[in-house]
């Protein structure tokens, strides 16, 4: 669980939907940790490969997929990706509009990385709400069929 953000990483403003994803994979069954980093290209995805290489099946960030001009999440994320899974991502933003209409501006993406699953979140508590429902509905699944298993 990476938490994207300049405050948070500053101590300025408390990380509320990190914890909260944490919250909600860890009674889904999966171990969940919060790191946060700045809003950095290099910072991110140099994480995304640390946690991958270290054994986890499934990262998800919040933070850093709208249009500001530190919002750098997708650009860090996406070269990693060897399978890109388009359908999480339009799905969560799908929900995401059903709540909010400007869930549609999230670029947030998600695919594979050596077998683990990544998946981009809006860094608010509410895109944590609606997405992580969508990513817990497959995650599992994506997991095992990158690990060779049947459909």
Do not use: K, Y
Request: proline share 5%.
């Amino acid at each position: 669980m990476i938490t994207v953000s300049d405050r948070s990483f500053a101590g300025e403003r408390e990380d509320v939907s990190g914890p909260l994803a944490a919250e909600l994979l860890g009674a889904a069954g999966w171990s969940a940790e919060v790191i946060v980093v700045p809003d950095d290209r290099d910072a991110i995805a140099s994480l995304i490969v640390e946690v991958v290489e270290a054994g986890s099946d499934l990262i998800v960030t919040t933070g850093g997929t709208g249009v500001g001009p530190r919002d750098v999440t997708p650009e860090a994320t996406e070269p990693l990706l060897t399978r890109m899974l388009p359908g999480v991502a339009e799905e969560i933003r799908r929900v995401g509009v059903a709540s909010l209409p400007q869930a549609m501006l999230s670029r947030g993406v998600a695919g594979m990385r050596r077998g683990a699953c990544v998946v981009n979140l809006a860094g608010s508590t509410g895109a944590v709400r609606d997405g992580v429902p969508v990513v817990l509905q497959v995650a599992e699944h994506a997991v095992a069929q990158a690990a060779g298993g049947d459909h």
